[in-house]
């Protein structure tokens, strides 16, 4: 590899960005108001750049807080300076590591060699098979009447896939009400459930019972992340398949995961998988073994989603429904231009090199609460 492809420097910004409104989740991760986000810039010896985001997801999540991993990415930063992004690609170098901080690093490296060779990083992940994405809209932990409202002002904006966030209420309260969701929905319209870890074993079984012939996508992650036996018999009870989000967090859960008999589906978020790197052997795994998978997010910026859309347009086992890149339009604000990719609840990669996906600095710098040099 060219001495042109080394890493020169790097700066990284730490970020708070507001939501649009506030997003109830379960009773384990309460209601969020805002997206801490770390970004940070590569900048190589030719003066290509690339842009990498990581996105904590909080102790109960992923383990990570927004101070933890600045902390980790200035330190790897530091040992990277000089070494080459196109080896880290083509070696697959950032399967050695793993959580936020390795995925704003890996997607950098990656985002710095498509745009220092003029390809889309879809392109240095395998064969792309998509070129567009439905996109799938969630909605908090609420009443029946509250999804409805939702439903019925995305439906407008071509949005057909929901994914109600449960695991905050009584499970009467929770099967009541998609129960009355379901009813009143247009033809075309499709939803899952995520409780985020919110229910006990026996409110779990309880949903999938009660729930058998509703006409679900998935019920995701019901119980608790490391409750395989747990999920494994949610999973033979459930009228619907049964996804995993927080239970797979490393690679090295997949196979656990995969004995356990554990999962219909893999939720698969860049930022809690370690970057792209991970992600992608994750779902080829996955793929083998038979496996679906959903291409989720965290509350996250246009880096990370970008990233995200260039996994997801590679995969031939995605879900056949709506998939998580609309974490923007939840934003009050965005770095980016992803959005400008959205169009009637669709979602199209651009033909671009890298990322493809437009940064603006004076963006980040309205919403920073820290930054960092390293050289």
């Known amino acids: ?25 379960s009773k384990l991760y309460g209601t969020l108001t805002h997206s801490d986000t770390v970004i940070i810039r590569l900048t190589l010896a030719n003066g290509v750049v690339g842009w990498g985001e990581a996105d904590p997801g909080g102790i109960e999540c992923d383990g990570e807080t927004i101070d933890s991993v600045v902390q980790t990415i200035e330190n790897r930063a530091r040992l990277m300076l000089g070494q080459c992004v196109g080896d880290w690609v083509e070696s697959g170098k950032g399967r050695d590591f793993h959580g936020p901080a390795a995925a ?21 992940l395998g064969e792309q098979c998509h070129d ?14 509250n999804d409805l409202a939702v439903i ?32 009143q929905l247009p033809d075309n319209v499709r939803v899952m ?14 949903f999938s019972r009660e729930t058998e012939l509703l006409p679900l996508i998935l019920i995701e992650q019901p119980v608790a992340a490391a409750d395989y036996e747990g999920l494994h018999r949610v999973r033979k009870v459930a009228g619907c398949p049964i996804s995993v989000d927080e239970s797979i967090q ?24 370690g970057g792209l790197a991970n992600s992608h052997a994750i779902a080829t795994k996955v793929g083998r073994a038979g496996k679906q998978v959903l291409m989720n997010c965290m509350i996250e910026l246009g880096i990370t989603q970008a990233a995200s859309l260039h996994l997801g347009c590679t995969l031939d086992n995605l879900v056949d429904c709506g998939h998580a890149y609309m974490s923007t339009q939840r934003m009050a604000d965005d770095v980016t231009d992803f959005s400008d990719w959205i169009k009637e609840g669709i979602v ?8 493809g996906v437009n940064v603006s600095v004076d963006k980040i710098k309205q919403y920073q609460i820290g930054e960092f040099h390293v050289s």
């Open 1 to 25: 590899m060219t001495n042109d492809f080394k890493i020169a420097c790097a700066q990284i910004w730490s970020l708070r960005v507001p939501l649009a409104e506030p997003y109830h989740l």
């Open 152 to 183: 019925a002002d995305y439906y407008d904006r071509g949005f057909y896939t929901y994914m109600l966030k449960m695991g905050d209420k009584p499970i009467a309260e929770d099967i009541t009400r998609i129960k009355a969701v379901i009813a």
């Open 132 to 145: 567009q994405i439905p996109l799938l809209w969630p909605t908090s932990c609420g009443s029946a009447d």
């Open 104 to 124: 704003a690093i890996d997607v950098a490296c990656y985002d710095a060699f498509g745009r220092a060779t003029q390809r889309p990083v879809c392109q240095l």
């Open 193 to 206: 459930v995520d409780a985020n870890q919110g229910w006990s074993y026996e409110e779990a079984i309880l």
């Open 250 to 273: 490393n690679f090295s859960e997949t196979d656990l995961i995969l004995d356990a008999e554990a999962a219909d589906i893999f939720s698969i978020k860049i930022s809690k998988n």
């Open 348 to 355: 199209t990669l651009p033909n671009a090199p890298g990322l």
